[in-house]
């Protein structure tokens, strides 16, 4: 068997090769390399996909969380809070804006924020003596939006705006709406390897609120005014180039067929894997874009040793809490820190997921995965 991909992004291109080469060919003939046709394009079909009214693209992720602190005016003096278990990008866009990242645990199930984690930071917070607490980040962790019809209710009686990190989530849904329409502001990420991926960098930020998308408009180009060399506020030089635009316009066609594969998949690793170890769990009516397909077990580190010698790449999503991350320790955490975070880091472990896994690749994976969980059982019981 050839070697296995964690993410297999070339069985995908295989696929739109041609109509790739077709729109790369497009742009390199209008030559309008940065907010081209493209762009406005895809942004369109981005807010149709999503049922988001504005879609803002930007050049990547941590932009989009970075432009949406920026249209809040969030600074120095500011708190956010943020889930310890995430990926640092979540909690780097509120330091480098001079803010301060309130750490809050999340929900050993989802692995989402903890309403009543958020609940005691919001409360814990209220003295002010970390500074003024402004927004919550919840992240879709894997594909999973958060509990935002939970989440809600607290950032409105605190005042708070609540803003979804949903890098990993586009394409996933709850019953209240899809992921790009769930928070006041929604941040993705278009890196190779998410859910909806583009060949370089690239993100977008959801709103509903008109105003505040001609503000992010005005943030992602230095802060322009009605003409192009008028300033009206500091902005960035972050947009999303025309190439990426067409590539993703060509992948945003084959995405609805993907999710389903997605979930297909997930069903199918769900039926390998649920006697062996725990797989993972949705919400009720909930759908997931499975950017992830990660599972927990105590038997963590023997599985991935027995997938490494049968060639089964595997990653660690995440191997340390954000609060205990180099450069974060000295920021704030919820009373009594972030336990189940630290369980997880202890217990995950990411699968190979991507629409194009063959039944047989997979049936691999579950044999390797289960009998490492079996070897490690007989060694404890022994
Ligand atoms: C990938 C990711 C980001 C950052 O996206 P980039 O485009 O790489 O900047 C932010 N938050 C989460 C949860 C992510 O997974």
């Known amino acids: 068997m050839a070697d296995i991909p964690f993410i297999d992004l070339q ?14 060919a497009r742009v390199l003939e209008h030559g309008r390399f940065i907010l081209g046709p493209e762009v406005a394009e895809f942004e369109t079909a981005l807010a149709r996909f999503t049922g988001a009214r504005e879609v803002v693209s930007c050049a990547s992720g941590t932009d989009a969380l970075t432009l949406i602190l920026m249209a809040e005016g969030i600074g120095p003096g500011d708190l956010v809070f943020v889930p310890a278990f995430t990926f640092v990008a979540t909690a780097e866009a509120v330091a480098q804006l001079g803010a301060t990242p ?5 929900c050993e199930d989802t692995f ?137 316009l060509q992948k945003l066609s084959i995405f609805a067929d993907e999710l389903e594969r997605r979930q297909q998949i997930a069903d199918r690793y769900a039926g390998l894997l649920g006697d062996y170890c725990t797989t993972p769990v949705l919400g009720k009516d909930v759908s997931s874009s499975w950017a992830q ?12 040793s027995a997938c490494d010698r049968h060639g089964i790449p595997t990653a660690i999503y995440y191997p340390k809490p954000m609060s205990r991350m180099g450069g974060y320790q000295a920021f704030p955490s919820v009373p009594g820190g972030s336990p189940v975070a630290e369980q997880l880091c202890r217990e995950v472990v990411s699968l190979p997921m991507h629409p194009y896994l063959s039944e047989q690749v997979q049936t691999k994976i579950a044999t390797a ?9 007989k060694g404890n019981a022994a």
């Open 11 to 24: 069985k995908q291109r295989s696929r739109i090769s041609g109509a790739i080469d077709t729109a790369l």
């Open 102 to 106: 309130y750490f809050v645990d999340v």
């Open 112 to 248: 989402n924020i903890d309403a009543e984690s958020l609940q005691a930071a919001v409360d814990a917070a209220g003295g002010g003596a970390h500074g003024r607490p402004r927004a919550i980040i919840a992240v879709d962790l894997f594909g999973q939006p958060a509990d935002y019809p939970s989440l809600q209710p607290i950032a409105e009686a605190a005042g708070l705006c609540l803003i979804a990190d949903a890098a990993q989530s586009i394409g996933g849904s709850l019953p209240q709406g899809s992921a790009g329409m769930l928070g006041d502001y929604t941040a993705t990420s278009f890196f190779p390897a998410k859910p909806l991926g583009c060949y370089g960098d690239g993100g977008a930020v959801f709103t509903d609120d008109g105003d505040k998308a001609e503000i992010l408009r005005s943030l992602r180009m230095h802060g322009e005014g009605a003409s192009k060399y008028d300033t009206v506020r500091i902005g960035l030089n972050s947009r999303l180039d025309s190439f990426q635009a067409a590539i993703l």
């Open 293 to 304: 397909y990660t599972i927990r077990s105590p038997h963590r580190d023997a599985i991935v």
């Open 369 to 377: 995965v289960i009998d490492a969980v079996a070897q490690a059982e």
